[in-house]
């Protein structure tokens, strides 16, 4: 049967053609990932790394770090740049910078001494309640960016302006050609995302005359980073920012990896992704984030099952020789896209499917009567799914006992 009838897509109805949709990925992962309160700072082989993976998976930029936060920063934003260089990643790299000429001038050295354009994003935080807090005046605001953006651009340097909501003007006219909208504590809704990129776009970026670039850099505090990348890349921005398993400032950013899913299984990125699983592994063993059992997609029971109805679903459909029916039939997320499988177990609520499958697998007799159902009665006197070593123990014991019968 053609798969397209197979399945009856309600996404597509939205008038939004994903297919079409070009948008660039931003790794944050080695910058605003590593300001979780949480994270620990891996050392450079390990950053080399996430750099590589990050290429791999089809991910264009990537920010280095901080330079302005001290010579460590500085030595693994030398070392991830000349990477980049000598193995000819197709990676664009930026480094973040408050907006002082003294953050940006570490990165124009960089920039310089490695051979390779790094982009300054040059953030200032510039809502109505930070400059309350801050005792900041808009002139001053403007004094500083306009110093900053016009250090970077005399130095030869591409600039990103990053910021809450005012000042991009300004920006672009000192030579900033990219700015990005921030939302910082993670405060929008997709509505409201949508609505900030539209106002930019035709207020500030059309009327400047310049090929300004748009980018979208959000967080999770409200449980909404991914949805708003969704809504930002359909309202039209260029780029946007994640990091690895949403690590980041507070409760982190947008997930890079399920946005990478869903851009995936939209048609939206068309890149090989089967090293995503080793790309978050990375990150929960080397920055200490956790990875959850239950994590969409990449935690270890994202495509495990023990429940009878959804097993005898995925072998039957495994039993028509259709691995594309057997990853889809019981899930919205195939897994053999993302270089992972299906895991059929045996829990309290199994069939004899399940008990069958198992056996099959594990290379044990499924028609052995006696053996099925010794692991089937196990399972309904468990509280929770029985362990491969559980299972091949009661298949011994099963054995001893036949060969004791006979």
């Not at 995302?193 to 106002?199: E, K, M």
């Not at 997930?255 to 899913?261: A, F, K, N, P, T």
């Not at 919205?332 to 499958?357: C, D, H, M, R, W």
């Not at 198992?358 to 029985?386: I, M, P, T």
Request: glycine share 8%.
């Amino acid at each position: 049967m053609d798969e397209g009838q197979l399945i009856y897509d309600w996404n597509a109805l939205d008038g939004f053609d994903w297919r079409a949709a070009r948008v660039d990925l931003n790794d944050e992962t080695l910058r605003d990932g590593l300001q979780s309160p949480s994270a620990i700072d891996p050392p450079i082989d390990v950053k080399l790394r996430f750099l590589h993976l990050m290429a791999d998976l089809g991910i264009v930029a990537a920010d280095l770090g901080l330079p302005g936060a001290g010579p460590r920063v500085v030595e693994a934003v030398r070392a991830l740049a000349r990477e980049i260089v000598q193995a000819k990643l197709p990676i664009a790299p930026n480094c973040a910078a408050r907006t002082v000429v003294a953050d940006v001038e570490p990165i124009a050295r960089i920039s310089q001494e490695v051979g390779i354009a790094i982009e300054a994003a040059t953030f200032i935080g510039s809502s109505p309640i930070r400059q309350y807090a801050e005792d900041w005046t808009l002139d001053r605001m403007l004094k500083v960016s306009e110093e900053a953006v016009s250090f970077a651009v005399r130095e030869g340097l591409p600039v990103m302006y990053v910021t809450e909501e005012a000042l991009y003007g300004n920006a672009i006219r000192c030579g900033a050609r990219r700015i990005c909208l921030a939302d910082t504590v993670g405060h929008a809704t997709p509505s409201g995302v949508r609505n900030l990129v539209r106002v930019v776009r035709k207020e500030i970026v059309e009327p400047s005359g310049e090929d300004v670039k748009v980018d979208w850099h959000g967080h999770r505090d409200r449980g909404m980073g991914l949805i708003n990348c969704l809504a930002a890349i359909e309202a039209g921005v260029d780029r946007v920012h994640a990091t690895a398993l949403g690590v980041g400032e507070r409760v982190g950013n947008a997930e890079m990896d399920l946005l990478i899913i869903n851009l995936a299984l939209l048609g939206a990125h068309r890149h090989d992704v089967s090293k995503l699983r080793e790309y978050c592994q990375l990150a929960a063993d080397t920055i200490g984030v956790p990875l959850p059992a239950n994590y969409p997609a990449m935690g270890t029971d994202a495509f495990r099952t023990g429940t009878g109805v959804h097993a005898a679903a995925i072998i039957k459909a495994k039993k028509k020789g259709d691995a594309w029916l057997a990853d889809r039939v019981y899930s919205s997320v195939p897994a053999g896209t993302f270089g992972l499988k299906q895991k059929i177990e045996i829990s309290p609520v199994s069939g004899l499917s399940n008990v069958k499958y198992w056996l099959e697998e594990h290379g044990y007799d499924a028609s052995n009567a006696e053996l099925c159902q010794r692991l089937f009665d196990a399972a309904k006197h468990s509280d929770r799914v029985l362990s491969d070593e559980e299972c091949h123990r009661l298949a011994a014991d099963a054995r001893h006992a036949q060969a004791g019968g006979t």
